[in-house]
């Protein structure tokens, strides 16, 4: 049997800790509680421990990085997921299902095993979002590889959709 995730993230919320705050923040501090990491979207940011995510397997086109930090927007269903070895490597992620009226995931029995998931509860499903290079331009979400969190575990992966019908460069409003 495999788990389905069929129409909201609704039940994953930013907790606290997912929220980064400035290296000036006094009420968190470096350590077990959090761990200060260089980012040029971001700045010198604490981030929480709990906010910090393994993928072993990278994701595609990255497979040399293997450790990020997902820290929530101050927009609802927005996401930066920061490289925490290299400032320059962030990624804007978006709630899917925000973006697709009835879009699914999907997992096999092998993606359950390797994310240790037991239960849709603790998954979180995010897709990778594109801006456009000019003004004129529309950012978009690739819907077929989307990253899949165990938030329990801290650990996650980027999968292949098997739905043909999920495009790759599928326009999102970020306003």
Known sequence: MTIGFDGSN???TPSPAMLAAPTN???LAS???????????????????????????GLHGFES???????????????????TEEPGLAFLLVDPFTVHVGYE??????????LGLATPSDALVLTVVTLPSSKDGQ?????RGPLVFNTRAQRGRQI???????GFQVPVALT
């Open 10 to 12: 609704a039940h994953v």
């Open 65 to 83: 990085h293997t450790e990020f930090a997902l820290l929530a927007c101050d927009r609802a269903g927005l996401w930066w997921l920061q490289a």
């Open 160 to 166: 292949v959709s098997a739905v043909a019908d999920y």
């Open 139 to 143: 950012a978009t979400t690739n819907l």
């Open 31 to 57: 350590g077990p509680a959090g761990r200060t990491i260089e980012s040029h979207v971001l700045g010198d940011t604490i981030i929480p421990a709990d906010s910090f995510f393994a993928f072993p397997e």
């Open 105 to 114: 995931v999907d997992l096999g029995v092998g993606d359950e095993r390797f």
């Open 25 to 27: 923040t006094p009420s």
